[in-house]
């Protein structure tokens, strides 16, 4: 009967961790041909990579090559709490707020100077290969669509 009781212990820590499975985490390489950018124009290339960070929530390293040719390089952490988080080297915004929906969508809130730059949701497709940012301007209308393949 022991055991039975230790076992169902194990059993109900273990199984929120398991189900917690972060699938966005990885690194993604933008899909330019299957992007749509509103207005324009499209970034030449862009990988970012997606890992847990420490404490809880989500780090994100980013490097783009812009339709310019200049190369932007940014990172941050943020935890799924909804609160701002400072981002280092991105001229458009300097924080970001996640939201965790589920296991394949996050809400992300990005700010320049206090106000909202624009907000993205991010969905894993079902197999996990691919993943589709859809971002909204502060007026709510839907701008660029990201389209990015996993590695």
């Not at 212990?9 to 917690?20: E, S, T």
């Not at 394949?104 to 206090?114: A, D, P």
Request: hydrophobic residues 35%; contains cysteine.
């Amino acid at each position: 009967m022991r055991r039975l009781a230790f076992l169902i212990c194990v059993l109900l820590f273990v199984a929120p961790a398991v189900q917690a499975a972060d699938n966005y985490l990885g690194t993604w390489t933008l899909n330019v041909a299957k992007s749509k950018y509103n207005p324009g124009p499209a970034a030449k290339s862009q990988t970012t990579l997606l890992e847990s960070a420490s404490g809880g929530g989500l780090k994100e390293v980013g490097d783009r090559v812009n339709a310019d040719g200049a190369k932007t390089h940014w990172e941050w952490s943020a935890k799924y709490d909804g609160k701002d988080y400072p981002v280092m080297g991105d001229p458009s915004r300097d924080t970001v707020a996640l939201k965790r929906v589920d296991d394949n969508t996050l809400e992300v809130t990005n700010k320049k100077g206090g106000q909202i730059a624009n907000t993205m949701k991010i969905v894993v497709a079902k197999d996990g290969r691919s993943r589709t940012n859809e971002s909204r301007g502060p007026d709510g209308k839907v701008g660029n669509v990201l389209v990015f393949d996993k590695k």
